[in-house]
T-cell receptor, first 111, second 112 residues
Framework: QKEVEQNSGPLSVPEGAIASLNCTYSDRGSQSFFWYRQYSGKSPELIMFIYSNGDKEDGRFTAQLNKASQYVSLLIRDSQPSDSATYLCALRDSGNTPLVFGKGTRLSVIA | NAGVTQTPKFQVLKTGQSMTLQCAQDMNHNSMYWYRQDPGMGLRLIYYSASEGTTDKGEVPNGYNVSRLNKREFSLRLESAAPSQTSVYFC???????????FGQGTRLTVV
């Protein structure tokens, strides 16, 4: 059983700070990694995906992947109250297999 | 483009009743999925269909059946609902191997 581990939080950061969300995984064969944001009562929506080791930036968001250490992280710069949500880490191993999700980290950005 | 559409949005069932959750996508995606989400448990895969004509069990299939009716539609059936099946159910789809999944708006099911 593939495992995706996330700290459930809540992670509280002040407005304007950098929020750092982390995810570790057990399957070394994992190929693709995804970060979803889920507001309370809503469905998950994709923020970013990353396939290769290193950093990938998109606006205020940066995903970081380290396959050797089996972790993937999401940095949110200049955090806003509207970023308050649960962030889900997901991964896919080889082939056309379903995404496996972590339990999510709840982020609270304090104004 | 509606994306992934689930019906109904809310449902209350009595223990032992049956029902079918409907899911349809208009993005010509090959793969479709049913997840359930419970507090503190994240998203758990119930069943999936990698392509039209195929279905496979996920992590928590007991008590459920699925039908991939055609490329667009993937339904989830509860034959005899139990209180343990109280949850939020999400349908998702994706076009191929290395792509993200798109989610429907969810069905909030309560079994009393």
């Amino acid at each position: 059983q593939k495992e995706v581990e996330q700290n459930s939080g809540p992670l509280s950061v002040p407005e304007g700070a950098i929020a750092s969300l982390n995810c570790t995984y057990s399957d070394r064969g994992s190929q693709s990694f995804f970060w979803y944001r889920q507001y309370s009562g809503k469905s998950p929506e994709l923020i970013m995906f990353i396939y290769s080791n290193g950093d990938k930036e998109d606006g205020r968001f940066t995903a970081q992947l380290n396959k050797a250490s089996q972790y993937v992280s999401l940095l949110i710069r200049d955090s806003q109250p509207s970023d308050s949500a649960t962030y889900l880490c997901a991964l896919r191993d080889s082939g056309n297999t379903p995404l496996v999700f972590g339990k999510g980290t709840r982020l609270s950005v304090i104004a | 483009n509606a994306g992934v559409t689930q019906t109904p949005k809310f449902q209350v069932l009595k223990t032992g009743q049956s029902m079918t959750l409907q899911c349809a996508q208009d993005m010509n995606h090959n793969s479709m999925y049913w997840y359930r989400q419970d507090p503190g448990m994240g998203l758990r895969l119930i069943y999936y269909s990698a392509s039209e004509g195929t279905t496979d069990k996920g992590e928590v299939p007991n008590g459920y059946n699925v039908s991939r009716l055609n490329k667009r539609e993937f339904s989830l059936r509860l034959e005899s609902a139990a209180p343990s099946q109280t949850s939020v159910y999400f349908c998702a789809s994706r076009v191929g191997v290395n792509t993200e999944a798109f989610f429907g708006q969810g069905t909030r099911l309560t079994v009393v």
